[in-house]
């Protein structure tokens, strides 16, 4: 009789297996991350908008509202997540995300569309970084710490694949039921709130958030203390604030060209509603495969180098777009998706070795995120300006410049030597398991570059993964959320 392969004891996951309840907290975040972020409304809803009678200043202007939003709402929810325990954070985001999908099909007017967007906001500020925060502490007290970058990555990837398998229905369904994708989003928002009731406890989680409760002020003075330490280390650390202005150029072109004026773009070049969605698919297909594969981009150039020349690819893209016929426009669109999708993991790679040894890395990056969005925020009032004016072609255009002109005034200050001291974004890296060879800071060891995405995509996860005394002393349910990425 041939013995039965051994399997895995609970809490000895280690290399070798996942345990039970690891297998299931990685299931039910891959449906969650798959049901929340599934947008159906994503490829037609400045169309949408459009037939609900909202002229091209009121989508935009809502477009900022949201922006500025997203930055209010960055930091606060990571104190709620902190409070009430990150599996009940995930809970009420996708109870808010649920809401917000059906704001428009109770009223599709302004006030409706607005509505709908700032619950977004709160939503996906709630789950940011809990879901990230939840699957690595659950994987961690499961002793499976180590699955966690494959989890956190296939999770992702699911995610890509639903929306190109679903993005290509949304037209025929809008043409059968008009509200037919914010019905379906709804769906989505609430199967996700189902994954997320069926996250098991994770010990002494709840019975933290409850006795938490009392030491509100000293959560507080901790709260402001680590956000002033981050601005003290931006004003001191040229280089740091250097790399986060360098990203600016690239978080705006992609959010305000994919999401803002992606349909406009399209709707000028005579490419209808029903088509949208197979276009926006065939972008995510483009971005997801260059995400993969950073390890694509020459070794010849650091990798600053090759954000600004990614930045520049991107600016001329869209200059580009105002020459073209329809099939031009939509392999631009392609290209664009992709020089986006290597330049996202080198930049975060470059803003995560510029911080400062034990500094409050997730402070520093909501930071930058919020930035971000201000930016994006002002961008989607010029570009509500622009096509209530009818001037597309020349927004691409200036658009184009202001990107060149940014990424001049970086380069020059680059040069001046005012970014001097510690510049570790110029070298390729990877993450090493701690306790191998001495890493640099937050267990960063330096390296050549070229053996996976993984190690170049999540080296800012990998960085505190590899620190694993800096995060010991919190409850599983109670880490501080993961660093954002868009």
Known sequence: ???????????????????????????LNNGFQLLFNLLW???????????????????????????VAFCLLEIPTGLIADRIGTRNCLRAGAVVMTAANLAPVVSASYTGFLLHFLAIAAGRSLTSGAASAYLYDGLRAERCGEHYLRAEGTARALGLAA??????????????????????????????????????????????????????GRRGGAFLRDAGTALRCVASSPWLALVMMQGVAIFTLSRI?????????????????ASHGGVLAAMTVAEAVASARPQWLSRRLPPVAWVSVLSLALAGT????????????????????AATGFAFPVQRKLVNDAVPAHAPRATLLSVESIVDRAVCALAAIAAGAYLSAGHLDALLWHSALATAVLLGVFQLLLRSGVARGDRDGN?????????????GAGGIAPTEAGDGATDLADAGEASEAGNP??????????????????
């Open 1 to 27: 009789m041939r013995a039965r392969p051994a399997r895995p004891r609970r809490g000895t996951g280690g290399a070798t297996g996942l345990t039970d309840t690891a297998r299931r907290i990685i299931r």
């Open 41 to 67: 409304w994503m490829p037609v809803f400045y169309a949408y908008q459009k037939a609900a009678g909202l002229s091209d200043g009121q989508i935009f202007g809502i477009q900022s509202i949201y922006y």
């Open 163 to 216: 929306k190109v398998v679903c993005w290509p229905l949304v037209g025929p369904l809008m043409a059968l039921a008009h509200p037919a994708p914010y019905v379906l989003s709804a769906a989505s928002a609430a199967g996700s709130l189902v994954c997320a009731v069926l996250l098991p406890r994770l010990a002494g989680a709840e019975a933290g958030a409850d006795t938490d409760r009392g030491d509100g």
């Open 257 to 273: 060209c994919q999401v803002n004026l992606f349909q406009p773009i399209l709707l000028d070049h005579g490419i209808g509603e």
């Open 318 to 337: 869209l200059a580009a777009m105002t020459l073209g016929g329809p099939w031009v426009v939509v392999l631009l669109l392609c290209l664009f998706a």
């Open 427 to 439: 070298r390729w890296v990877r993450p090493r398991p701690a306790g191998r060879a001495e890493a």
């Open 469 to 486: 005394g800096r995060k010991e002393a919190l409850e599983p349910d109670h880490a501080p959320r993961r660093p954002r990425t868009t």
